[in-house]
């Protein structure tokens, strides 16, 4: 199983940005797939899930609205659409697969919202 993240940086408080989690080694098509992010000094937090068709999501409170999960099973990806940026979503990104009861991440990407 590999999860590559991708598309994380710098961005100001209100701006936008789109990840990217590049999945291969398992049947992704057939597998729900879950954004989570882990800020500094804190916990690991879900951000947003997606069934595997795509006609499922489920969002965290604190992105509710701003954010979008989204998947191309045709090329193994999945996205997170981030809007209105502000500096609690300061953190590491991971795309998290869980299979037969283990759970899979990548290295993560960061997201520093800073003026």
């Known amino acids: 199983v590999q999860l590559v993240e991708s598309g994380g940086g710098l961005v100001q408080p209100g701006g936008s940005l789109t990840l990217s989690c590049a999945a291969s080694?398992?049947?992704?098509?057939?597998?729900?797939m879950t954004w989570y992010r882990q800020a500094e000094g804190k916990g690991r937090e879900l951000v947003a899930a997606?069934?595997?068709?795509?006609?499922?999501?489920h969002y965290g409170d604190s992105v509710k609205g701003r954010f979008t999960i989204s998947r191309d099973n045709a090329k193994n990806t999945v996205y997170l659409q981030m809007r209105s940026l502000n500096v609690e979503d300061t953190a590491v990104y991971y795309c998290?697969?869980?299979?037969?009861?283990?759970?899979?991440w990548g290295q993560g990407t960061q997201v520093t919202v800073s003026s």
């Open positions: 998290d697969v869980r299979l037969s009861d283990v759970n899979y």
């Open positions: 080694g398992f049947a992704f098509s057939r597998s729900p």
């Open positions: 997606i069934a595997s068709d795509g006609d499922r999501t």
